[in-house]
């Protein structure tokens, strides 16, 4: 069992800058693949980035890519999501996500709760 914590959100302003972290229980945190998904008000949740385990493969969405980067720290059994040149139609609940391997095409086992990002124009 995973149980994972997200924090970092807030109000920013466009184009300001907002660091999420989620910390994981466990003990093989480094054989999880670790991801970060948001949903909006409205719409359905969403996929915004990934890493392997290793933290040496990572994988984003069109539409933060080169903006937002994904991190992990495989000692403090943390991951982050370092959010750059924040847009307005960036704002969402922002929720990390675990699952055991790096298989692409399976599900994600375990979710956190969810932190708000709110990015004003």
């Known amino acids: 069992q995973v149980q994972l914590g997200e924090s970092g959100g807030g109000l920013v302003q466009a184009g300001g800058s907002l660091r999420l972290s989620c910390a994981a229980s466990?003990?093989?945190?480094?054989?999880?693949?670790m991801g970060w998904f948001r949903q909006a008000p409205g719409k359905e949740r969403e996929f915004v980035a990934a890493?392997?385990?290793?933290?040496?493969?990572?994988y984003y969405a069109d539409s933060v890519k080169g903006r937002f980067t994904i991190s992990r720290d495989n000692a403090k059994n943390t991951v982050f999501l370092q959010m750059n040149s924040l847009k307005p139609e960036d704002t969402a609940v922002y929720y990390c996500?675990?699952?055991?391997?790096?298989?692409?095409?399976?599900?994600?086992?375990?979710w956190g709760q969810g932190t708000q990002v709110t990015v004003s124009s």
């Open positions: 996500a675990a699952k055991y391997g790096s298989s692409l095409n399976s599900n994600y086992d375990y």
């Open positions: 466990g003990r093989t945190f480094s054989s999880y693949t």
């Open positions: 890493i392997l385990g290793s933290g040496g493969i990572r």
